[in-house]
């Protein structure tokens, strides 16, 4: 199995609506195709850990990297794993810029601050350690 974490920027703001339809595909895709990860969003900026199969998950991740939704793909980590450390979600996620949507399933108040893909380039740990507390302050 392998995990890929990645940052990008989306080209446009997008509304809770939007953010909602991407959740929910990717659930329903995630599921089918046995990955587990994470997303989180915040002022446009995205974090996401893929998790799974190898071919799966990175077709997936090229497959994301041509989504015109988003700009400024960055590979923060690529790691094999023995593993899965998001085993319980199809996809975890949080809107940081709204917390109205906190009875969304996977919705956790942690992790208020700003993140760019710069803050993480130079240390993909950092984002790997982020996101493991995130996931144990969703529990």
Do not use: C
Request: hydrophobic residues 40%.
């Amino acid at each position: 199995m392998i995990s890929i974490i990645y940052v990008s920027t989306s080209v446009r703001l997008l509304s809770d609506d939007e953010l909602m339809d991407i959740l929910k595909v990717s659930r329903e895709n995630n599921s089918v195709s046995d990955v587990t990860g994470l997303l989180l969003y915040k002022g446009g900026n995205f974090m996401q850990v893929l998790e799974g199969p190898e071919d799966v998950v990175n077709a997936l991740y090229e497959k994301i990297k041509t989504d015109p939704r988003h700009k400024g793909v960055s590979t923060i980590s690529t790691e094999q794993i023995q593993a899965r450390q998001f085993h319980a979600w199809e996809m975890a996620f949080q809107n940081l810029d709204n917390p109205a949507i906190k009875n969304e399933p996977g919705y956790s108040q942690f992790l208020h601050d700003e993140f760019t893909a710069d803050i993480y380039r130079n240390n993909p740990l950092r984002a790997y350690i982020m996101l493991l507390t995130f996931r144990d302050n969703m529990r």
